[in-house]
Antibody
Framework: QVHLVESGGGVVQPGGSLRLSCVASGFAFSDYAMHWVRQSPGRGLEWLTHIRNDGTNQWYADSVLGRFTISRDNSKNTMDLQMDSLRPEDTGVYYC???????????????WGLGTQVTVSS | EIVLTQSPATLSLSPGERATLSCRASQSVSTYLAWYQQKPGQAPRLLISDVSNRATGIPARFSGSGSGTDFTLVITSLEPEDSAMYYCQQRSSWPSFGGGSKVEI
């Protein structure tokens, strides 16, 4: 059974930083690309970023390009999202998601964590 | 970016009735479209992929159709537990989601 657990959310001031983590279990983590998806009242569900299974390629939505960095450690079955220069519009629930197909950025998502809340406010 | 527009925003129906939800893409996504269900306090759950393929464990009362730019999710014989938000998502390009439709029962 696939299990994804996010952590690291919290309240941060505009311009601040936060690092989210995701621990995965129940599947061959190192075989799968992984993604982060955000949900907010203003922007709905929004795909943010993808990392290839071996960590060699990352892709970002324009809204977070240059500010967020995705990484992974296959030896620990973990994925991180470093968020810098945070803005109020980055407020939302951040989900670690596993794609249906092991590779490729153009995916459906068959497993989601419970999410971690990020609030950017002064 | 491919924009997905869902309608109606809210649908209020009685148990046993049929729900028809629409998702329209700003450009063709071929058949690369999925539907998700989300209940309050939960993450989205994949219902259907590639227009009409139900995910494991999804009841047959959920069905999808369409191609190109116009897609439909039908829930026949609604049950109380079908009350939720429903989202469409395309993977023809980088993933994007519709704004959702709320089904109230």
């Amino acid at each position: 059974q696939v299990h994804l657990v996010e952590s690291g959310g919290g309240v941060v001031q505009p311009g601040g930083s936060l690092r989210l983590s995701c621990v995965a279990s129940g599947f061959a983590f190192s075989d799968y690309a992984m993604h982060w998806v955000r949900q907010s009242p203003g922007r709905g569900l929004e795909w943010l970023t993808h990392i290839r299974n071996d960590g060699t390629n990352q892709w970002y939505a324009d809204s977070v390009l240059g500010r967020f960095t995705i990484s992974r450690d296959n030896s620990k079955n973990t994925m991180d999202l470093q968020m810098d220069s945070l803005r109020p519009e980055d407020t939302g629930v951040y989900y670690c998601v596993k794609p249906v197909a092991a590779s490729g950025i153009r995916s459906y998502f068959d497993s989601w964590g419970l999410g971690t809340q990020v609030t950017v406010s002064s | 970016e491919i924009v997905l527009t869902q309608s109606p925003a809210t649908l209020s129906l009685s148990p046993g009735e049929r729900a028809t939800l629409s998702c329209r893409a700003s450009q063709s996504v071929s058949t690369y479209l999925a539907w998700y269900q989300q209940k309050p306090g939960q993450a989205p759950r994949l219902l259907i992929s590639d227009v009409s393929n139900r995910a494991t464990g999804i009841p047959a009362r959920f069905s999808g159709s369409g191609s190109g730019t116009d897609f439909t999710l039908v829930i026949t014989s609604l049950e109380p537990e079908d009350s939720a938000m429903y989202y469409c998502q395309q993977r023809s390009s980088w993933p994007s989601f519709g704004g959702g439709s709320k089904v109230e029962i």
